[in-house]
């Protein structure tokens, strides 16, 4: 029982190259979240997925786009770097939208 | 004024002592109230849940909400080093379609 999984846990990407971010959970969680979190602050919602199918945006969506492959993936996708998404990204699950999260390991992503 | 506010830190407490985190919310309609900590580094991990008002105890945390006042706390009894972390407080309220809003965190030093 992995928990939830990410990849790449490193990136460093040119301004303007495009990249996807992967997540999945094995806990048969229903609910889908993308975090990122600059520093000494907290985690801002970039998108989340409610149950599968569904998609909604979260508080700094701009730039972003994510697909939920299936029960299990959530993928992020950033079509064209910019300087300002250099951050730490993690990707979350939860049972359902209003209980606990369970986050993973994050990506480091740099953008030059 | 931020969705959700924590204690400016770094907050140091000696080995042995209670520490002591606070957390203000701005929605009177937030149902689901969460702690989490976050080691340098590393990913956020739940300690505890509280949903409704009064007291939650696990071990030597201890949650407590009061939701007329807007407030929700986690004291931590015989502080240990290694609770030398940052606690996040995170918010969920049922007007905004469930979506977790997280404070900027305190960071806590336990000195031995």
């Known amino acids: 029982n992995a928990g939830v999984t990410q990849t790449p846990k490193f990136q460093v990407l040119k301004t303007g190259q495009s990249m996807t971010l992967q997540c999945a959970q094995d806990?048969?969680?229903?609910?889908m979240y993308w975090y990122r979190q600059d520093p000494g602050m907290g985690l801002r919602l970039i998108y989340y997925?409610?149950?599968?199918?569904?998609?909604d945006k979260g508080e700094v969506p701009n730039g972003y786009n994510v697909s939920r492959l299936n029960k299990r993936e959530f993928s992020l996708r950033l079509e064209s770097a910019a300087p300002s998404q250099t951050s730490v990204y993690f990707c979350?699950?939860?049972?359902?939208?209003?209980?606990?999260?369970?986050f993973g390991p994050g990506t480091r992503l740099t953008v030059t | 004024q931020k969705e959700v506010e924590q204690n400016s830190g770094p907050l140091s407490v000696p080995e042995g002592a209670i520490a002591s985190l606070n957390c203000t919310y701005s929605d009177r309609g937030s149902q689901s109230f969460f702690w989490y900590r976050q080691y340098s580094g590393k990913s956020p991990e739940l300690i505890m849940s509280?949903?409704?008002?009064g007291d939650k105890e696990d071990g030597r945390f201890t949650a407590q909400l009061n939701k007329a006042s807007q407030y929700v706390s986690l004291l931590i009894r015989d502080s240990q080093p290694s609770d030398s972390a940052t606690y996040l407080c995170a918010v969920i309220s049922n007007t905004n379609a469930g979506k977790s809003t997280f404070g900027d965190g305190t960071t806590l030093t336990v000195k031995p």
């Open positions: 979350a699950s939860s049972e359902a939208q209003r209980r606990e999260q369970y």
């Open positions: 806990m048969n969680h229903n609910s």
């Open positions: 509280i949903y409704s008002n």
């Open positions: 997925s409610a149950s599968e199918g569904t998609t």
